[in-house]
T-cell receptor
Framework: DAKTTQPPSMDCAEGRAANLPCNHS???????VYWYRQIHSQGPQYIIH???NNETNEMASLIITEDRKSSTLILPHATLRDTAVYYC????????????FGTGTRLLVSP | NAGVTQTPKFQVLKTGQSMTLQCAQD?????MSWYRQDPGMGLRLIHY???????DQGEVPNGYNVSRSTTEDFPLRLLSAAPSQTSVYFC?????????????FGEGSRLTVL
């Protein structure tokens, strides 16, 4: 699985958009980009995933650059409950999901 | 649906003791796995299973055993606990070959080995 690079921490004001970047310059053609988050000490929670097209669901949007070497997770209107560690992971779509979790980005949403 | 249920939530052991962390899922998922998370670090894969009767080692398997006799259950056994196994343990499951990549995690089991 390709490695990812994320900033260790970011701040965001409540109600504003939170844009979390991720670099994955060695991503392979069959690898997807996944985002999970971990609130406090709970189990990680799936957010979104994509291959090369931009994706949106009820939680967030995922923007993947055309060369697929980086991506951005967007939380359009951050709330205090979005304070968490966000993990960007790349993996192939087939077989067991041997996810490699790095240290992620700690997002702090403030009033 | 309960999702992924882990027991116990907290456990304190003495060095050399044995115990089993229980994990059960009610979503009929094929894949199940165990991760450990140490302070300030990401999750590391211990063992995983792609179906009943099939298990394999992950990144950090030493000191742990697993078995998968049913689709629902995937217990993690510590045969002789060591202080280095003090950690938070997460069990996860997913659909399997036809999945979308979404892992469902339990709430975690916090283990302290003295």
């Amino acid at each position: 699985d390709a490695k990812t690079t994320q900033p260790p921490s970011m701040d965001c004001a409540e109600g504003r958009a939170a844009n979390l970047p991720c670099n994955h310059s060695t991503i392979s053609g069959n690898e997807y980009v996944y985002w999970y988050r971990q609130i406090h000490s709970q189990g990680p929670q799936y957010i979104i995933h994509g291959l090369k097209n931009n994706e949106t669901n009820e939680m967030a949007s995922l923007i993947i650059t055309e060369d697929r070497k980086s991506s951005t997770l967007i939380l359009p209107h951050a709330t205090l409950r979005d304070t968490a560690v966000y993990y960007c992971i790349v993996r192939a779509y087939t077989g067991f999901q041997k996810l490699v979790f790095g240290t992620g980005t700690r997002l702090l949403v403030s009033p | 649906n309960a999702g992924v249920t882990q027991t116990p939530k907290f456990q304190v052991l003495k060095t050399g003791q044995s115990m089993t962390l229980q994990c059960a899922q009610d979503m009929n998922h094929e894949y199940m796995s165990w991760y450990r998370q140490d302070p300030g670090m990401g999750l590391r894969l211990i063992h995983y299973s792609v179906g009943a009767g099939i298990t394999d080692q992950g990144e950090v398997p030493n000191g742990y055993n697993v078995s998968r006799s049913t689709t629902e259950d995937f217990p993690l056994r510590l045969l002789s606990a060591a202080p280095s196994q003090t950690s938070v343990y997460f069990c996860a499951s997913s659909l399997g070959r036809s999945n979308t990549g979404e892992l469902f995690f339990g709430e975690g089991s916090r283990l302290t080995v003295l």
